[in-house]
């Protein structure tokens, strides 16, 4: 019960508009993908796995703060995509992960993988 409601609260949180596709997410705080909507990043790492070059400096920030908001760039061969990603901490016991999720503010969805629409 008491996790179904830190999730709840965490959601609450860090939502975004209405209507808004996003990509949700869960890190472990050695940057660990230990869950992903989709289930294609589980077992990455945002902070050493060269595909999640291009958001590193946010990547850190997640897992430095306990909550917060701001944006980062993905750039492609020849297009770049502007995220907004939001997290919160989740905490069970004494163990602690960063629920996070990202939507695209400029630039085309579609270009960039990983969006839940």
Do not use: C
Not at 38 to 47: A, K, P, T, Y
Not at 68 to 74: A, L, N, P, S, V
Not at 88 to 105: A, I, N, Q
């Amino acid at each position: 019960m008491g996790v179904v409601v830190s999730l709840a609260g965490a959601f609450d949180r860090i939502r975004f508009a209405p209507g808004v596709g996003v990509d949700v997410w869960i890190l472990d705080l050695n940057g660990a993908i230990v869950a992903d909507a989709d289930g294609l990043g589980v077992g990455g790492n945002v902070l050493t796995d060269s595909a999640y070059g291009d958001m590193s400096d946010v990547a850190k920030m997640i897992l430095e703060r306990s909550s917060g908001r701001e944006r980062y760039t993905y750039f492609g061969p020849d297009f770049l995509v502007v995220h907004e990603v939001g997290w919160d901490t989740v905490r069970l016991g004494h163990r602690e992960w960063r629920l996070v999720m990202s939507h695209v503010v400029e630039g085309k969805a579609e270009l960039d993988d990983g969006v839940v629409q």
